[in-house]
């Protein structure tokens, strides 16, 4: 399928950072931003580090995941610089000389050790915006993360550029591409770990390039929301796979989950499929000025209205809700914020100058409580799942009346069902950036 070049996007994207860069300055009273990339951190008592994360505060700037002990600088009315660090080193893979889209909107300082960069950076420290981890210091450069700043930057994430969708676009054909080579290791009777390997050769990205663990979970490991164990030897018989996987375009993420019956178990095939109608119609609702707290109430009496047409509760799905028996079935939320991280930021900002818009009663695990507004991505992933803990709750709460344990009991070896789509949200009908990847490789 034709996607948008992310290059031709890029200068009105650094023109939106620039802005909302020079307001958040504004708020907090400073003169720079500097933004430092990121450093490797070793483990404990070993000469080992850990996976390299870069600053999502960096990335969102520039398409650069791989670039340790480096500095973006801005100073409203200023070309923005990168201080690009480009060690000699013979032990590991250097950063190649600075190229592609982004070179010309940047004045690029190379530097050959961490410190050479002292010189590069502001001298006024106090007049500095430093966004960064505590393990980014550098002499006396020290992020200082002030709240104003953040609030209002990361509050505006939320409002996706044309360049950071294209990106996303580009990490929705990445990703399905693996969950298709996923969907046929397991028809053809893979082990856990051997669709993860399939998953992973076929988007071209590994652990370390993913934006999260793969859930890749069969029959009744489907009932572990973040299942990331991989067995290596193949359930017999299989009856279900769960799969949720994304992968990464220039740093921004993909989230995808689908669920697949085994041929032959044509009552779970049902239940998926009801599942995927409803979820379906919950993506239109990504519409501007549409409270996403309701959309995840709404998701709620949807997925207890098919749970009671499948004659697994017994009472109304407002009653399931009311009482707490529909967190059983489905105990998270119904998504969440998307882009440069997976669990993007600002979900919960009452505003750009903070604050903290609550979830509903009873609702802990909700990730985002925002109206929806043009601009933003989001996940919609409605579940319905057979969770022996939650189930045994239900029961202890005086509710067992409003389960029908004999058909729990049918469903449990299949452990559960999730659906996954990003949806981006528009001045009309909500984009589903998803669905058509899925329609267009077959």
Known sequence: MNLPDPGALYSDHLGVLARRADEALARGGFDHLVVPSGRLHYQLFDDRDYPYAVNPQFKTWLPLTRLPDSWLVYT??????????????????????????????FDIHIIRTPEEALALLPRDLARCAILGEPQSA?????????????????????????????????????AVRGHRAAEAAFRAGASEFAIHMAYCSAVGQDANELPYGNIIALNEHAAVLHYT???HAAPQPARSFLIDAGASAYGYASDITRTY??????????????????QRNMCTKVRGGFDYKQLHIDAHLALMGILRDFGVITVSP?????????????????????????????????SDRGGHIERPAGHPYLRMTRVLEPGMVVTIEPGVYFIDMLLDEVKKAGNGA??????????????????????????????????????AQG
């Open 138 to 174: 550098l002499g006396g450069v020290v992020p200082n993360n002030p709240q104003p700043v953040i609030d209002y930057l990361e509050y505006q994430r939320a409002f996706k550029t044309p360049y950071e969708i294209a990106l996303m676009r580009q990490a929705q054909v990445h």
């Open 261 to 278: 019956a085994a041929a032959g178990h044509d009552e779970f095939q049902a239940l998926i499929d009801a599942v995927d109608a409803a």
């Open 402 to 439: 409003s389960v029908n344990w004999e058909r729990v009991d049918f469903f449990r070896p299949y452990g559960g069902i999730r659906i996954e789509d990003e949806v981006l949200c528009t001045d009309g009908d909500a984009d589903n950036l998803t669905r058509p990847v899925f329609a």
């Open 318 to 350: 407002e009653a399931a809700l009311a009482s707490g028996v529909s967190a059983a079935f489905f105990p998270h939320g119904i998504g969440h914020l998307i882009g440069a991280q997976v669990h993007d930021v600002a979900g919960f900002a009452a």
């Open 229 to 231: 164990d991989l067995c």
């Open 76 to 105: 409203p009315g200023r070309r923005p610089q990168l201080v690009y660090h480009q060690p000699h080193d013979y032990w590991h893979a250097v950063p190649a000389a600075p190229s592609g889209w982004w070179v010309e909107h």
